[in-house]
């Protein structure tokens, strides 16, 4: 009797322990979309200013956020070049990311121009926005242009921390265990999700081999290099002077002495280059920065994209680069290798002597084929003044066989490259394009 009424309380304490773990569900249930909501009204971005005359803005309502010089709108720049009701941004939830809970769009609503990272929206048209996104009022990239009268950094903070400060805390989330293959630039291992214990391959990048450690004059320097989820942060070095390609549109073009400074040190840079391994692939006037305003000779290489680590066996087929600046082992998908770099700072140096392209035709196959065949001329309309010296070292740039190409060694002991075109021994005279 007395053991049948004790399992009768047990029972009972049990069901009551049962209801209290459910109402303790229900609450935390409650609370967690109470969160949810918490989480998308506090403060989610917001717009950093770069100029002094406006303050920084926190992001941090439901509702749209509207700019502009109207007393109505959140937050009011009053500028007469300012429209009444500039742009809007607004955030939606995003249902199908995992990783950031939110959409963040831009939508601009002047006609005089709202520019996210230097492009123009236009009246009317909306843009996802990103963190880091450069925000400027009124502005535009035409020489001499005034800057813009507002300029904002745009700083999301519905993405993870670190996402934001560009950390990686893998060791946290995974277990890793043997190596399961290693390759010229990374090693897979075999990794375990500590949270479900699921398998994945994890494949580690060295980036001292895939990015060198380069410290050349000119070439921009990467002076940090952040991983996370998400993205892949690179901090470098920041040029402020424009590219060459727009320098030669305002000069027209430069003359010896400037073409010979910037050209060696153009030639400097790839040499270096090489013999780290990398070949660019993509050296055209748009890649070359220039480093100050004041300056139209120091520059730095950028844009390293395509560029690729090789060893003296290493070659490529793809078709690759900026079709006016290949080569011609390039166009017709020949093996190539770091030679492709020496024909396109050839079509930079006619380029830099003379403000015109060497190979030029608004049909891609009929420019194709004036470089394959190296249809170089030198018109005396625009070339008047340009030493032989000059002319016979683009020659010897845009060879057709690569092997038969100048190297950079080559190019820095060429007597026009040493200032003295004068001095022009008979071997250098000017000479037929060479096959």
């Not at 803005?57 to 439901?62: A, D």
């Not at 956020?65 to 500028?79: A, F, L, P, Q």
Request: hydrophobic fraction near 35%; charge should be neutral.
């Amino acid at each position: 009797m007395n053991n049948q009424k004790q399992e009768i309380e047990t029972q009972k304490e049990t069901q009551k322990e049962k209801e209290i773990e459910d109402d303790i569900e229900k609450i935390s249930d409650f609370e967690s979309e109470d969160e949810k909501e918490i989480e998308f009204s506090k403060t989610w971005g917001k717009l950093h200013s770069l100029n002094p005359k406006f303050p920084d803005f926190e992001l941090n309502t439901i509702e749209l956020i509207t700019i502009g010089r109207d007393e109505k709108c959140n937050y009011r720049i009053d500028d007469k070049r300012i429209s009444n009701y500039h742009c809007q941004i607004y955030r939606t939830i995003d249902e199908f990311s995992t990783t950031k809970p939110f959409i963040i769009k831009l939508k601009d609503l002047s006609a005089n121009g709202t520019y996210v990272n230097g492009s123009l929206v236009g009246k009317g048209k909306k843009v996802l926005l990103l963190h880091g996104d450069d925000i400027s009022f009124v502005y535009t990239r035409e020489p001499k242009s005034p800057p813009p009268v507002a300029n904002f950094i745009f700083k999301d903070y519905s993405i993870v921390p670190e996402d934001r400060e560009g950390k990686s805390k893998i060791h946290e989330f995974y277990e890793f265990q043997r190596v399961l293959g290693v390759g010229k630039f990374a090693t897979v291992k075999l990794g375990i999700d500590k949270k479900t214990g699921e398998k994945y391959a994890i494949k580690m990048i060295d980036k001292t081999k895939y990015i060198p450690n380069i410290r050349h004059p000119s070439v921009v320097i990467a002076k940090d290099i952040f991983d996370s989820p998400n993205f892949l942060y690179l901090v470098l070095e920041l040029c402020v002077g424009g590219d060459l390609f727009d320098r030669i549109s305002a000069k027209e073009r430069y003359n010896e002495e400037e073409s010979r400074i910037v050209f060696e040190k153009i030639i400097s840079a790839i040499k270096y280059l090489h013999r780290k391994g990398i070949v660019h692939r993509d050296l055209k006037p748009e890649n070359i920065l220039l480093i100050s305003k004041d300056s139209d000779t120091d520059i730095k290489i950028v844009d390293f994209g395509l560029s690729r680590i090789i060893t003296q066996k290493d070659k490529f087929n793809s078709f690759t680069g900026t079709l006016p600046y290949l080569s011609p082992e390039v166009i017709e998908r020949k093996e190539y290798g770091k030679e492709c770099d020496i024909w396109s700072s050839g079509v930079i140096l006619y380029i830099l002597l003379c403000g015109y392209m060497p190979f030029a035709s608004d049909f891609r196959f009929a420019l194709a084929r004036q470089i394959t065949r190296c249809e170089l001329d030198f018109p005396n309309e625009i070339f008047e003044g340009v030493s032989v010296a000059a002319k016979n070292l683009i020659r010897r740039c845009l060879v057709i066989d690569p092997k038969k190409r100048i190297t950079p060694d080559q190019i820095l002991e060429h007597p026009w490259m040493k200032g003295k075109p004068e001095e022009i021994k008979s071997e250098y005279q000017d000479v037929p394009n060479q096959k």
